[in-house]
């Protein structure tokens, strides 16, 4: 602690908050002192030589002198892998139960006295030692596992004497011992994933933290960690790619380190990978395959990502410090008297009494039921924020409830741990206890009361404001952990996703015909069941306009295909040259959401001149347009898993150009959009993936792979069609026409269009088009040769393609 940290602390959260905070920053660090269990000598530990090996479906254990290793493959092909005893179960990112054992794989002798296990898309080799491979069925190794060291105390692993650790489970360790692993992947491999990575979507050399955090202020592209991390590496080379997932919300770090191909004498020194944990399980899951193949298994083992409802897929607004229900009303005039189209607004913690959950500050709404009923008629819906931290004050109905319910965290000595928000001294919902879940997940009877048609959760990272230290609850508070027991260290980074999950099954049993709208700042591997995430408090700036879209493509190959950013930033007053360019790239990303800070400039079109007014309104307008596309990338990624922003080497993985590519995305199929994220720029290089192009504003054709340069006023943003794309859109009658992009000739192209099911459970139709040439006529039709059934319109031209540069 220093003067630095306490000025940092009064300036974040004011004076009285601020003393609190240098407070709670003593409590916690005591409580620590105290709770956890001190680090005294440690002894290194390897597993040592193979000593046998019993199969089991799918696979089986294989037992060294100081350790064992379960490989099990999973009826769909992906693979686990189990150090000490580690089973796939108990987790928190798996859904439902752990998928079937594929029977045909078998465990067999290998070479040079290891093991293997054989499958349909993928052979693991394990050697003598320890290493384990993942090999492509032609025998390509695509990743190296070299064997974990675990750091255990000296004095359980001399009470454990010469205990054997050969036999399955015998061996387990040390709850919280700490572990790294070293891992090699090809020369040409690139990183991707991990979360919300701000430096993204590509993850360069560099240690990254497994850490959920509150940055405390506004971020941009060079802070690390965020709120939502993840154990999730994607990689991508020539050779293939593989998604990793090390099933352990324990802290730790990644260090990744991209290899060359060629280095020193000629040979190719390949990529790197390390692993260093706290503590939990060394456990992963292994997928190989296309980038659609990998993200279709995962979201298979970890859960569909749930489909918002369609309104959801308008533009939301948002302020923190919105006056009062007037300013509301004004607001949503604003809207509605400039002809801009608004499906939400949300309110944020200002709108509550006292900052305390699930109440109303009356004196500002004194009818919010009928304020949003009101609005409901415009078409807009209200949105609230929702926060975990209890205001711990008797009296307070949730506050009473939950102690009574003995349902907060608690300190080693049974305590309620008491933290520091914008309410005052609070406590914290243990989210890991069913019964707290159960019980948070009624009080949002509450939120619909009062009209809301969504929540948005906030600071569940958890936050507790500290003037020095981290700004989270203390590692030695303690957890239900469904059942088992444990502290804050395995806790924090599922704090979130439980907390998501109980507002999801609360809501969807409260109104069980409409699907639940929620979307959350934290959470961990899993979240997109329960809804989608946003970048939080993205700094104004030319580096946060690009730290937002690096954010949505890495938490798109991390399995949650919908968020997006703070349009404008959270922070400052954006020029009204950077807030069109954020809003333009805002119109094509799944939350489409303008958000301030209380102390930031407004986020309403108007407030930007004329000329910002004009173009944002028109991209309001093709966001309009797009809905129905949008609700068949949200079906899509329901059935697959497939993100709606893609990177744009989603189907060409092998193009070296397109993995580097950073400043452009796939939206599905069908859209390529290249947005704006520099100062003064009209025209911008786009990189194409192979195929045929059309510049949607322009009808000019381009050809790929290559570069092109396109125009890029002020008034758009480059956004090109693949030739073929059968596109569903909203019509000018209010209906949905297909749009299609002519085919090359002697080629065929497609679409698919989600049939509007309505915002409650059931399964949408999914259709699909083939476009193909007949002569100089574009020709769609549905799969079998059976007629559209919906309004085509034919866009661009097919002329002969330049060649790009």
């Known amino acids: ?27 916690r660090r005591r409580s620590d002192a105290t709770g956890l269990p001190r680090r005294g000598a440690e002894l290194a530990r390897v597993p040592g030589v193979v000593e046998g090996a019993d199969p089991q479906p799918g696979g089986g254990v294989v037992r060294f002198a100081r350790s064992s290793l379960r490989v099990r493959v999973a009826a769909g092909g992906a693979v686990f892998c189990g150090w000490d005893g580690a089973g796939p179960e108990p987790s928190y990112a798996l859904h439902g139960a752990c998928p079937e054992a594929d029977e045909r794989a078998q465990l067999e002798p290998d070479t040079d006295g290891g093991w293997r296990v054989v499958s349909e898309r993928v052979t693991v080799s394990v050697s003598r030692m320890g290493t384990v491979e993942m090999r492509t069925p032609g025998g390509v190794v695509l990743r190296r596992d070299l064997p974990p060291r675990w750091w255990e105390p000296a004095e359980a692993v001399i009470e454990r004497g010469s205990e054997s650790r050969g036999a399955e489970g015998a061996g387990a360790g040390v709850a919280g011992a700490r572990w790294h692993q070293r891992s090699e992947v090809t020369a040409d491999a690139r990183f991707f994933g991990l979360g919300g990575r701000a430096g993204g979507p590509r993850l360069r050399d560099g240690s990254y933290r ?37 099933d352990n919300s324990w802290d730790g770090t990644v260090t990744l380190r991209e290899g060359e191909e060629g280095a020193g ?31 279709h298994g995962w979201a298979a083992l970890t859960g569909s990502p ?3 409802p369609g ?45 305390r959950g699930f109440t109303v500050d009356a004196a500002r709404f004194p009818d919010l039921p009928g304020l949003a009923a009101g609005l409901r008629e415009d078409g807009v819906r209200l949105v609230s924020v929702v926060d975990p931290a209890v205001k711990a004050e008797p009296g307070n109905e949730v506050y009473d409830s939950g102690a009574a319910a003995e349902g907060f965290v608690t300190d080693a000595r049974g305590r309620e741990v008491r933290g520091v928000v914008w309410a005052g001294e609070s406590v914290y919902p243990d989210f890991t206890d069913p019964r707290v879940r159960k019980w948070w997940g009624g009080l949002y009877a509450e939120r619909l009361a009062q009209g809301f048609s969504g929540v948005w959760h906030d600071r569940c990272e958890p936050v507790s404001f500290a003037a020095f230290g981290e700004p989270t609850l203390p590692r030695s508070a303690r957890h239900a952990l469904e059942g088992r027991g444990g502290d804050h260290r395995e806790a924090h980074n599922v704090y979130g996703l439980a907390m998501a999950r109980a507002g999801y099954e609360g809501l969807g049993e409260l109104r069980p015909d409409e699907r639940p709208f929620l979307f959350s700042r934290s959470g961990w591997a899993g979240l997109q069941r329960y809804g989608g995430t946003w970048s939080g408090d993205v700094t104004t700036g030319w580096p946060g306009l690009r730290a937002s879209l690096a954010l949505v493509l890495g938490l798109g190959l991390s399995g949650v295909p919908y968020s997006g950013p703070d349009i404008g930033g959270f922070t400052g007053s954006p020029s009204p040259e950077l807030y069109l360019r954020w809003f333009q790239l805002g119109a094509y990303l799944p939350l489409f959401r303008t958000r301030s800070a209380v102390t930031a400039g407004r986020r309403e079109p108007w407030e930007f001149g004329a000329g910002v007014l004009e173009h944002a309104a028109a991209a309001l307008r093709e966001r ?148 193909r040439m007949r002569g100089d006529e574009v020709r769609v039709e549905r799969e079998g040769g059976v007629e559209a059934g919906y309004p085509v319109r034919v866009r661009g031209a097919a002329p002969e393609a330049p060649s790009p540069r």
């Not at 602690?1 to 009064?10: C, E, H, I, K, P």
């Not at 939301?316 to 939400?344: C, F, M, T």
């Not at 794309?725 to 749009?739: C, F, K, R, T």
């Open 1 to 27: 602690m220093n003067a630095r940290d306490l000025v940092r602390s009064v300036k974040v959260v004011g004076t009285a908050q601020g003393l609190r905070s240098l407070r709670w920053a003593w409590r």
């Open 210 to 246: 497994l850490w959920n955090t509150d940055p405390g202020g506004g971020f941009g592209p060079g802070d690390d960690p965020l709120y939502l991390t993840m154990p999730v590496q994607l990689v991508v080379a020539d050779a293939g790619t593989h998604l990793v997932f090390h």
């Open 265 to 295: 004498s000629g040979h190719d020194r390949p990529g790197g990978v390390r692993m260093r944990m706290e503590g939990g399980p060394v456990r992963s899951w292994v997928f190989v395959g296309t980038p659609a193949r990998v993200l």
């Open 306 to 308: 749930a489909v918002p």
């Open 311 to 355: 309104w959801a897929l308008g533009h939301h607004h948002a302020r923190r410090g919105l006056g009062g229900a007037d300013e509301v009303r004004r607001v949503v005039a604003g809207y509605r008297d400039r002809n801009l189209p608004l499906s939400a607004l949300h309110l944020d913690i200002d709108h509550l009494a006292g900052n």
């Open 624 to 771: 309009q347009r797009l809905l129905p596309y949008f609700m068949t990338l949200a079906r899509l990624a329901e059935r697959t898993g497939a993100p709606y922003v893609r990177p744009l080497w989603w189907r060409q993985p092998k193009d070296r150009a397109l993995r580097d590519c950073e400043d452009a995305f796939l939206l599905g199929d069908a859209l390529l959009v290249a947005p704006v994220l520099e100062e003064g720029a009209v025209r911008r290089a786009v990189r194409l993936p192979r195929g045929r192009w059309y510049d949607t504003a322009t009808g000019r054709a381009y050809e790929g792979p290559g570069q092109v340069v396109v125009d890029a006023p002020l008034s758009r943003v480059p956004v090109l069609a693949r030739a073929g794309a059968v596109i569903p859109v909203a019509s000018p009658d209010g209906g949905v026409e297909l749009e299609v992009w002519p085919p090359c000739q002697g080629r065929k192209g497609g679409g698919s269009m989600a049939v509007d099911a309505g915002d409650g459970w059931d399964k949408a139709e999914l259709l699909r088009f083939v476009s």
